[in-house]
């Protein structure tokens, strides 16, 4: 189906007149760079803490929506657990750890990878692109998610080969499922790049349903978070394992410069880098969570440290990529 400017209906999302400065690259002592979105800050109440740029407008949560999308499959009677319910989540690098593990769900429904509807595509791990053969299916970062979709169709006797279409038995779940989890209607719902239904929320709902899973409001919430904080390595890049690791949060990266991070307490940040970038996404994160007494400013150096791109000249650092929040 083709697209063009005019299919789509004047939408409340999210503008350049709603954000702010969230971050800034300085380079020998001059400020380079800016990076700027909007973000929300929930405590464990889920109530707004603190907010940056215009929090109420409509954003795509892109993965960060895998949470919501994997406790649907829970809610839909699948019993997963362990690294099986992560992949469930996951925005995986292709590895074949990675693999056997979606390989396995596929073989609890009695499938195989041609059964899965998400594009073809390189691992994002360089090992393991270097060792493919070329772009699969099984090596797509979302095919955990279309795997445990699958299983849940098998188990509830929905069919197959429209898994992904918006009015599914299973994708209506979804949906229901982010209604109660961020507080508010789905009015607008678009195509992920994997090909599954895309609804669109506010940075303050999307706050509020990822500390409602960080801290495990109900069963579901507390299976998929206690099977995260176990197997980390299963969710998403290494970068977001270490600050998941190292701070026992849960956290979750979304293409176009989405991300989220909650606390055991509830305590959750969800934000948008409105040019799409991903560099900014965990300095302004712990920085927020440093402001609300989650992570302490040694545990933020040590992450940034490891996960912050530096800013070199002549192969030395001249700078550093700050939050401005």
């Known amino acids: 189906m083709s697209w063009s400017a005019g299919d789509d209906p004047e939408l409340d999302n999210l503008s350049a007149a709603g954000v702010v400065p969230l971050a800034a690259v300085h380079r020998s002592r001059m400020r380079e760079s800016i990076h700027l979105g909007a973000a929300a800050v929930v405590g464990p109440d889920g109530e707004i803490v603190r907010a940056l740029g215009d929090i109420d407008a409509l954003i ?3 993965s960060t929506l895998k949470f919501l999308q994997a406790i649907t499959v829970l809610r839909s009677g699948v019993d997963l657990d362990g690294p099986e319910l992560v992949l469930a989540a996951a925005s995986h690098t292709g590895t ?96 992920d790049g994997c090909g599954a239904p895309l609804h669109a929320v506010s940075l303050r709902g999307l706050a509020r349903a990822t500390g409602l899973v960080a801290r495990g409001a109900d069963a579901e919430a507390v299976r998929l978070s206690r099977a995260i904080r176990r197997d980390p390595w299963a969710l998403d890049s290494p970068a977001v394992a270490s600050v998941m690791s190292e701070l026992g949060l849960i956290a979750k990266n979304g293409a176009e410069g ?68």
Not at 162 to 179: D, G, N
Request: hydrophobic share 40%; net charge negative; with cysteine.
């Open 60 to 62: 795509y949560p892109r």
């Open 96 to 191: 074949a750890a990675h693999v056997e593990v979606v390989r396995s769900i596929l073989h609890r429904a009695g499938l195989d990878e041609s059964a899965l509807q998400c594009p073809a595509d390189w691992p994002s791990d360089s090992n393991s692109r270097d060792e493919a053969s070329g772009p699969a299916r099984l090596t797509m970062n979302c095919s955990g998610k279309h795997a445990a979709f699958l299983l849940a169709c098998v188990r509830n006797g929905w069919p197959i080969d429209s898994y992904l279409a918006p009015r599914h038995p299973l994708q209506l779940i979804v949906q229901r499922t982010v209604e109660d989890y961020t507080g508010e209607t789905v009015d607008h719902t678009g195509i």
């Open 258 to 325: 989405v991300f989220v991070a909650g606390s055991p307490d509830g305590t959750a940040v969800a934000l948008k880098i409105i040019d799409g970038s991903t560099r900014a996404s965990i300095p302004v994160a712990l920085a927020l969570l440093e402001e609300q007494g989650i992570v302490n400013s040694e545990q933020a150096a040590t992450i940034l440290a490891a996960t912050t791109q530096p800013v070199l000249g002549g192969g030395e650092p001249v700078g550093q990529l700050i939050a401005l929040v």
